[in-house]
């Protein structure tokens, strides 16, 4: 089992939909959260960084981190045909540890 | 600033070619990451840097990967002999010393070894 877990999707939405993604993970001692976006044939770009437990949000992005369900998502709003990428989870044990990557989820907002 | 640079964007090789790939990080960012992206497995971290000195090389899947950084400013990841099932694309990232969790990545090397 991967320490990691992410649906590869994938996940097709009209646009203008609420796209939402989860990860989920084993490692308890994960405390930093992050959504990399890579688009196709492009290095992965960081969208969003959590720490612990809690929600943030950024414009039309929300993330969640519910570390008691080793559970995390990410969720777009008002989806745009550009979010249409793939959506990388990413978390470490402490700051300036490693990154361990989901497997990621492709996205895909039709006009 | 132009980013992390990577080169060559494509390279494809026979089964046993000795296989450079390099990176330029950001200017000013102290560590710095070297990935492998496959369908199958996803983003893999194959070793990490500080200072130029390696801290982390657990990911390195064999013998035949080496990787070097000489200077802040440049590091080379080396496949020899190169396989099949070393065809991916290869990433580096940097971060700068407080962020490390924020790593900013090239644009890969796609690497077909036939």
């Known amino acids: 089992q991967k320490e990691v877990e992410q649906d590869p999707g994938p996940l097709s939405v009209p646009e203008g939909a609420i796209v939402s993604l989860n990860c989920t993970y084993s490692?308890?001692?994960?405390?930093?959260f992050m959504w990399y976006r890579q688009y196709s044939r492009k290095g992965p770009e960081l969208l969003m960084y959590t720490y612990s437990s809690g929600n943030k949000e950024d414009g039309r992005f929300t993330a969640q981190v519910d570390k008691s369900s080793k559970y995390i998502s990410l969720f777009i709003r008002d989806s745009q045909p550009s979010d249409s990428a793939t959506y990388l989870c990413?978390?470490?044990?402490?700051?300036?540890?490693?990154?361990?990557f989901g497997g990621g989820t492709r996205v895909l907002v039709k006009p | 600033d132009a980013g992390v640079i990577q080169s060559p964007r494509h390279e494809v090789t026979e089964m046993g070619q000795e296989v450079t790939l390099r990176c330029k990080p950001i200017?000013?960012?102290?560590?710095l990451f070297w990935y492998r992206q496959t369908m199958m497995r996803g983003l893999e971290l194959l070793i990490y840097?500080?200072?130029?000195?390696?801290?982390?090389d657990s990911g390195m899947p064999e013998d035949r990967f080496s990787a070097k950084m000489p200077n802040a400013s440049f590091s080379t990841l080396k496949i020899q002999p190169s396989e099949p099932r070393d065809s991916a694309v290869y990433f580096c990232?940097?971060?700068?010393?407080?962020?490390?969790?924020?790593?900013?990545f090239g644009p890969g090397t796609r690497l077909t070894v036939l």
């Open positions: 990413a978390m470490s044990e402490a700051a300036g540890n490693k990154l361990t």
């Open positions: 490692n308890s001692a994960f405390q930093y």
């Open positions: 200017s000013g960012h102290d560590y």
């Open positions: 840097f500080n200072n130029n000195v390696p801290i982390d």
């Open positions: 990232a940097s971060s700068q010393r407080i962020h490390q969790d924020t790593q900013y």
